[in-house]
Every structure is written in structure tokens, then in C-alpha cells.
């Protein structure tokens, strides 16, 4: 593992706070080489998946950084969950604003490192002016030829959720202080991957992906990626009791942060519910009360 930029003394940090995150695997030759060695799982593909976040972008100035860790590893996770693969390892790049607390940084990691399974292998650190950054690039295993790709939706599928939509976009505002929900703001905090939903998802998903830029935007690449039309009724959304006090289903749909699972079936599964359908064409259409609309946006926009 790497460090640039950094004191002397950061070799010493990488073995106290970074060394027991390898739990002890092989691959990770104690970070003390410039690679890792990854072993070949016969009958296995290997997926890869990288997403950093930001401060003030992806988490909150001030929100602690054991939390910060977390959803690092999650956001992540949630990739490897949309492609039905299990987590086994990541490496990590951190870029060290003035002050930064890393032991906290450190537990979290470690936190959920253990309670996902996973070790880290490498990666680097640096001093970083200004704000926080942090980027993970996560693999995980799949049963060859298994991985659920975005582009495998065909018309007369079903487009489905695994779960409410748009307590992230709620608790992003909760975590801002403009609703008083602290467990809405924790939901924004660290969202909840669903790794569970892994062999159901080989199983069944034709086209999966997970809701990280809002249900339209993420409904919309499966639909890119396929050669499709998607139609989604937001009528039929779910929402959680927050979410229908709310009310906006479009603001809702256009959010964010969700990390549940949009993906194409052939027929509706026990735990989705079913949204919308692909049909032939190009692009996606949105209906709420038996009407077509035509959202501003669909999602969030990457710069």
C-alpha cells in the first residue's frame, strides 16, 4: 500500500491502522509491496466495481468519518449486490485532508469489513488540501457466466424494486437539518447494501442495477443498455411511511441514495415489487395518476 505526499511516520500508520484490515489473507502481503497477488477461483468470474465520494458532494462536512467509512464500503457493495456477485475483497485510496481523524476512519473499515467479509488488499494514501476523498475499487465472485448485467431487459419484462424508494433523497434533508428524522438521516448516512438478495438475483434478473442516481435515471440505464423503452408508473412505487407523507413521488423517483435494486423479470417475485414494463423503443416514460409526464430530470447528474 502506497503512500504519497505523506510523513515518514505514515508507513507506521498504514501498518497500525491498515494491516489488520487484511486480515491476515496472503493477497495483501501484509501491504507492505507496491500489488497484490489474487489467486484465480476456478468455475468463478471475478467482478470489479470502483466508486469514490467526496465531502461535501457525497457525505456532509462534519459527519464522522468512522460513518464516512462505512458508506464507502456500502456504496460499493451495492454494486457488487446489483451484479448478484459476493463480496471478497477492495483496495483502498484515501486522500488525508489537514486534521482528519483516520483512526475513526479506520474502525469504520473495519467495522464493516468484518461484518461484510472483506479484507483490504492495497491501495494508497496521500495529503490531500481542502476536503476529504476517498475511493474504493471492490471485487467480488460470481458463478461463471452468472454476473446480472444492465443490458439483459427485453420487451414484455417487468421492471421491479426491492424496496422503498426515495428515503435517501429524505434523508439527505434530515441529514441537513431540514426534516427532523434522525433515522432518515442515518438512512442517508449508511444506506443498506442488498447483498441479500444475491441468489435470487442469478436466479431470476435479466438486467439489474443498483438505485444510487434515482429510480428513473437508474430504470433509464437498464433501458440504454438494452436497446429498450421503459415505462414507469409511479403510482405504483413503493414508499415507506415517510415517504408517503411526503408526497412528491416525482421527487422521490428523481433522488437518489436509495441503494435497493431496480432490475428487469420475466414474472413478478416474491420481495419486488413491479413498477413499470419494458416495451419496444428508446427512452423512458413516466406516468402518475393514469397520465404521462415529463419529468425536468431524471436523476442525479454527474459533472
Not at 457525505?59 to 468512522?66: C, E, K, M, V
Not at 467479509?117 to 452468472?146: C, H, I, Q, Y
Request: overall charge negative; charged content about 25%; some cysteine.
Amino acid at each position: 500500500m502506497g503512500s504519497r505526499g505523506m510523513p515518514a511516520d505514515e508507513f507506521e500508520t498504514i501498518a497500525r491502522l491498515f494491516r489488520p484490515l487484511t486480515g491476515g489473507a496472503p493477497e495483501a502481503l501484509d501491504l507492505l509491496d507496491d500489488a497484490a497477488v489474487l489467486p484465480c477461483r476456478p468455475g468463478f468470474d471475478l467482478v470489479i466495481t470502483k466508486d469514490a465520494i467526496v465531502e461535501g458532494v457525497h457525505f456532509l462536512p462534519g459527519d464522522p468519518l468512522d460513518l464516512v467509512a462505512r458508506k464507502l464500503l456500502r456504496v460499493n457493495l451495492s454494486d457488487l449486490a446489483a451484479k448478484a456477485a459476493e463480496p471478497y475483497a477492495y483496495f483502498l485510496a484515501v486522500g488525508w485532508p489537514e486534521g482528519a481523524d483516520r483512526d475513526a476512519f479506520a474502525r469504520g473499515l473495519a467495522e464493516d469489513g468484518q461484518a461484510y467479509g472483506l479484507n483490504l488488499l492495497g491501495g494508497d494514501t496521500t495529503a490531500a488540501p481542502g476536503s476529504l476523498f476517498a475511493s474504493v475499487t471492490m471485487l467480488g465472485w460470481v458463478p461463471e457466466g452468472r454476473m446480472v448485467k444492465r443490458s439483459g431487459a427485453r420487451p414484455g419484462h417487468l421492471l421491479a424494486v426491492s424496496g422503498p424508494i426515495g428515503d435517501g433523497f429524505l434523508g439527505l434533508k434530515a441529514a441537513r437539518g431540514e426534516l427532523d428524522d434522525p433515522a432518515l438521516a442515518d438512512r442517508y448516512r449508511l444506506p443498506h447494501p442488498r447483498t441479500d438478495l444475491r441468489e435470487p438475483l442469478r436466479i431470476h434478473a435479466r438486467a439489474a442495477a443498483d438505485i444510487s442516481d434515482g429510480l428513473l435515471a437508474d430504470a433509464g440505464h437498464l433501458a440504454e443498455a438494452s436497446g429498450c423503452r421503459v415505462h414507469v408508473d409511479l403510482d405504483r412505487m413503493p414508499l415507506s411511511p415517510a415517504g408517503r407523507r411526503f408526497g412528491d413521488r416525482l421527487a422521490l423517483a428523481t433522488g437518489g441514495d436509495d441503494y435497493e435494486i431496480v432490475c428487469a423479470l420475466e414474472a413478478p417475485l416474491e420481495g419486488f415489487t413491479i413498477v413499470g414494463e419494458f416495451t419496444q423503443g428508446e427512452g423512458v416514460a413516466v406516468t402518475r395518476g393514469g397520465r404521462e409526464i415529463t419529468p425536468e430530470r431524471l436523476g442525479y447528474r454527474h459533472r
